[in-house]
């Protein structure tokens, strides 16, 4: 399986500014599943890895956004499945005035 699929939620809680300072074409997103999310129990989301004090103190995951919910509920099944994912950014729009950033992600299993 190969899919492309846009992020939402990239606006909220000071997620542009992550997405600007970190986000790259290529780079290697964390999905991780949120069965208990008390909007959609197919949630998947997307974490990136941020540097922690100028990368003095290594990096940790911080949350982007979330997988579509169209996508995320066939995808829930697959990884609840046990099968292995693997999601890359294949693209991203980030403009300063843009609330919204856009990320484009290629997802697929690892088989």
Known sequence: MRKNTVI???GFEG???????????GLKVDLIREPNNKYDSNAVAVYLKAPRLGGLLGSHLTQVGYIKANTAKSLAKTMDSGTNISAHVKSFWAPDN???????LEISDET
């Open 15 to 25: 997620r542009a500014h992550l997405i600007r300072k970190y986000c790259r074409e």
């Open 98 to 104: 843009l609330e919204f950033p856009r990320i484009t």
């Open 8 to 10: 939402v939620g990239t």
